[in-house]
Each structure stands twice: as C-alpha cells, then as structure tokens.
C-alpha cells in the first residue's frame, strides 16, 4: 500500500543540476518527516537533507548552500534541488518517509527504490 517512488537521476555534468522527485502514497504525507540519504560504494547510506512536517530543514555540511529540500504536501511529494554537483556527489539517492512518534511507539518509516546520480565529464 505504501509506496515512496523516486525520479529524476541521470548522468550530469560537474557543476550541473538535477531536481530529484520522490511522489509517496498510501500515507498521509502531510505527517510525516521527509528525507533524502545517499549511498556510494563503500560507504554506508548517509543523510543528505532532511524536511520536517513543519517545514524545518536540515542538510549535511558536504551539500549545505548547494541542496535544497522542498515539498509540496498537495501533491504528496518531496523535492532534492542539486546545484553545482561534484563527483563526490554521485551516489544511489534513496527517498524516506518517517512519521514521528512518542516514546515506546512503533516504528513507522518507510524507503524508496532508490535512483542514480552520476556526476561525471
């Protein structure tokens, strides 16, 4: 029933740009917590950028001032604006969906497929 489905990975150019696009459904979006990790090989999956139900954000030091994370709950999907793009930034990105919850609750989180970012001349 839940489905995170992510668009919008390619083979670009370093200092280009790609917008990322991760459409949920089968949870109401507007109560949940959103976020984008990447995984590169050899390395674990790592936060990139994260927005709150309320609109708060936050970005890793590597991609701060480049990314920019948006949603529009209308449409039930979250945004990965990415400027300037370094080879450093190809990875799998992977779209999250996490709603929050009190102490002793269950988990409730849920995971795209996933799509390629290659950032290479």
């Known amino acids: 029933q839940v489905q995170l489905v992510e668009s919008g990975g390619g083979l670009v150019q370093p200092g280009g740009s790609l917008r990322l696009s991760c459409a949920a459904s089968?949870?109401?979006?507007?109560?949940?917590?959103m976020a984008w990790f990447r995984q590169s090989p050899g390395q674990g999956r790592v936060l990139v950028a994260s927005?709150?139900?309320?609109?708060?954000?936050h970005y890793e030091d590597s991609v701060q001032g480049r990314f920019s994370i948006s949603r529009a709950d209308a449409e039930n999907t979250v945004y990965l604006q990415m400027n300037s793009l370094t080879p450093e930034d190809t990875a799998v990105y992977y779209c999250?969906?996490?709603?929050?919850?009190?102490?002793?609750?269950?988990?409730?989180?849920?995971w795209g497929q996933g799509t390629q970012v290659t950032v290479s001349s």
């Open positions: 999250y969906a996490e709603k929050p919850r009190a102490p002793g609750a269950n988990d409730e989180d849920y």
């Open positions: 089968g949870i109401i979006f507007s109560n949940f917590h």
């Open positions: 927005i709150q139900s309320g609109g708060s954000t």
